[in-house]
């Protein structure tokens, strides 16, 4: 008997309350899930061996009270939410993790993950943190090494025909997420910034040819129907991760919309696309070291110069953001970042100083990665739209 | 603490009323408007507009309009220091620093994570030495030598507070030290918007001489203090209240209100209550 099945935004709605749903289905029917914690492991690598790549994500409506006994407790909030969840069982389903080199507090906990839940299958990237030459060479050794050990873990060798329509099948899913960010820039945007990270966290938690699905359903839903209320503000969100609707929901309560983000349930995730060079993994590096503008990356500009003018270098770092905020049409920068989030703490204050250089208004909130601590960065958001407003 | 401030067309106060929040927010709303509507002798349907502000801005049920504290401090200094540029307020609960032109905010920065740099911090250790909260200033003025604190944290600065009395260190010393923590912590979160003169000094502390002076030496310069510099927040909301139904008159409109009624609106069950 056929089973009614939701479409669209109900279906990611569904998704995002019970993310595991649909990929536990596929293990039963002999599927094999690869976790992978950040944005940065080679998914195009796991759909090409036929592994489903789910996204680790923590949980911040979840109390913390098993990772304390195994991680400092002065580290990110966010990381120390995902190894709870996994030590309450939470990942079990999981037949494998990919982690990789992302942030310190990452890479120590890969070392916790593998002691602590002993996946059957575990494996790091070091993924390097520059965009030089060496670097791109680094990373692509590296991929050889994860493409061997996926060889071990499904005992064949990589095809390089699927091998190529997987990384074709994850830019397709790019560029229709693009095209989502598309209905973003009308005011008021068709599809708010809360929608938005649901449509996300659903995608990394399918197979991508499924996810694609999804998304083009959105796209068709979010195109008919009626757009949401138009606001004073078009806020352009930067920062670390946001897992979870709690803090957009917060902002867009108030008189904003969020039209753009650089974030990693976002634009980081999907804003690229790999090029496709004679050998996949060209493509696949430039990608995942350049393409993806995360903070745990140093860039500079001219490398090996003596002198470095302060702006040309902000220019060079930030550049793109002030592009987001034109193509938006933001009004209003709300820079936010979890406590201990070091990545993302350092760049604070030169990102501010960039925004305040080109023109645009800017709040900084940093936050603990928990629901019940919003009252106040609530009074810091309404502040700021009444400075801007 | 809750305040409320009414001011007439010209925005002159006519009726101030502090009181201890406690934790019926809902009803003590009602009972200090209440007191003021008395002090004024106006009825509450004389009332034009009301602004609520400050952490229990959501909590006034009979507010038109909840503005943040920010933005409503900014507008209170304005009103007795046009050529304010820089306030920073001290409270009870939380430390902010504000960038102002015009009665406008441009920019500020809070503290509200951490009872270090707040009023809080004061109470903790005045009622370590056995003074009360006003006592404080008097006390530090007679320093000679003040001592430097070393613990950023509340509850480790009372535990230094202890052992340096142990060790026989004045008082007054002691007092000129913690006056010296809080005023350095605050100085350092402000400096973060580049304090230019004139700064105002609001907010509960700036009634605290020793901290006003630690702030000037801090900050390398004079600041100001108003003559009520806990009502600043609730001056500015009520000032903030006149010039929108001035300016939704000039556009000959007038600003849907709600009903001006004290109901019995409590947050809690009260035992007994009829």
Redesign the interface.
């Known amino acids: 008997m056929a089973v009614a099945v939701s479409k669209g935004l109900a279906r990611v709605k569904e998704i995002y309350q019970d993310r595991p749903r649909r990929v536990k289905e596929l293990k039963a029917q002999g599927k094999k899930v690869i976790g992978y914690q950040c944005v940065y492991p080679t998914l195009e690598m796991l759909t090409a061996f036929d592994l489903v790549p789910y996204r680790i994500l923590g949980d911040m409506q979840e109390p913390i009270t098993k990772a304390d006994a195994c991680l400092p407790t002065v580290v990110c909030p966010f990381i120390r939410s995902c190894l709870d969840l996994g030590l309450k069982g939470r990942y079990d389903f999981l037949d494998g993790v990919v982690f990789s080199h992302v942030c310190d507090v990452g890479e120590k906990t890969a070392h916790i993950w593998r002691i602590y839940l002993s996946p059957a299958y575990c494996h790091f990237i070091d993924v390097p943190h520059t965009t030089h030459k060496a670097a791109l060479e680094q990373l692509k050794e590296q991929l050889k090494e994860f493409r061997k050990t996926l060889e071990e873990l499904t005992g064949k060798k990589l095809n390089e025909a699927k091998f190529r329509e997987a990384i074709e099948a994850h830019n397709r899913q790019r560029a229709l997420v693009q095209a989502l960010y598309e209905l973003r820039k009308p005011d008021p945007p068709l599809i708010t910034g809360t929608e938005t990270i649901q449509v996300l966290m659903a995608l990394m938690s399918l197979p991508v040819e499924e996810g694609t699905q999804l998304l083009e359903e959105v796209l068709a839903e979010v195109k008919e129907r009626k757009p949401p209320a138009k606001k004073m503000a078009r806020v352009l969100l930067w920062g670390s991760i946001i897992d979870n609707v709690a803090l957009v929901e917060m902002i867009e309560s108030l008189d904003a919309n969020i039209v753009i983000d650089d974030t990693c349930v976002g634009t980081r995730a999907y804003f690229g696309h790999v090029a496709r060079t004679d050998d996949p993994l060209d493509g696949l590096v430039d990608y995942y070291l350049v393409q993806i503008k995360c903070p745990r990356t140093f860039r500079e500009t001219n490398t090996g110069a003596l002198k470095k003018d302060y702006y040309t270098d902000l220019e060079n770092r930030f550049g793109y953001l002030k592009e987001y905020a034109e193509q938006w049409h933001a009004n209003g920068v709300i820079l936010q970042s979890m406590k201990y989030c070091d990545i993302h703490g350092y760049e604070v204050p030169s990102m501010k100083d960039y925004l305040d250089h080109v023109g645009l208004p800017n709040v900084y909130l940093e936050h603990d990665y928990n629901k019940s601590a919003l ?2 960065l609530r ?2 958001v ?2 700021f739209l ?2 801007i407003g | 603490m809750t305040k409320v401030v009414i001011v007439d067309d010209a925005g002159q106060v006519v009726s101030r009323v502090i009181s201890y929040t406690g934790a019926e927010h809902r009803h003590l709303a009602n009972k200090v408007m209440e007191e003021a509507l008395a002090q004024a002798n106006v009825p509450f349907a004389d009332l034009t507009y009301i602004v609520a502000t400050g952490y229990g801005r959501l909590n006034v049920p009979f507010a038109d309009r909840q503005i943040t504290e920010l933005t409503c401090h900014a507008r209170g200094v304005f009103s007795f220091c046009p050529t304010v540029k820089t306030a920073i307020d001290i409270g009870g609960q939380d430390a902010k620093g504000m960038k102002i032109s015009n009665g406008r905010l441009l920019d500020f920065v809070m503290n509200d994570k951490c009872a270090a740099g707040t009023g809080r911090f004061l109470e903790v250790i005045a009622e370590t030495l056995g003074f009360t909260l006003d006592d404080l200033g008097e006390v530090s003025l007679k320093s000679t030598q003040k001592i430097s604190i070393s613990s950023i944290c509340t509850v480790f600065a009372q535990q230094e507070v202890v052992s340096r009395l142990s060790e026989g260190i004045a008082v007054s010393d002691i007092v000129a030290g913690i006056h010296d923590a809080i005023a350095s912590r605050v100085a350092r979160m402000v400096q973060r918007l580049k304090v230019e003169p004139e700064v105002v000094f609001t907010g509960g502390v700036a009634r605290n001489i020793g901290v006003v002076k630690a702030l000037e030496d801090n900050l390398g310069m004079k600041v100001f203090i108003p003559g009520n510099p806990s009502l600043t927040g609730a001056l500015g909301a009520a000032l903030l209240g006149k010039e929108l139904v001035h300016k939704a008159a000039a556009r000959g409109e007038i600003l849907p209100t709600k009903e001006r009624r004290l109901g019995e609106a409590t947050f809690f069950q009260t035992v007994g209550n009829q």
């Open positions: 009252a106040p009074t810091r309404q502040a009444e400075v």
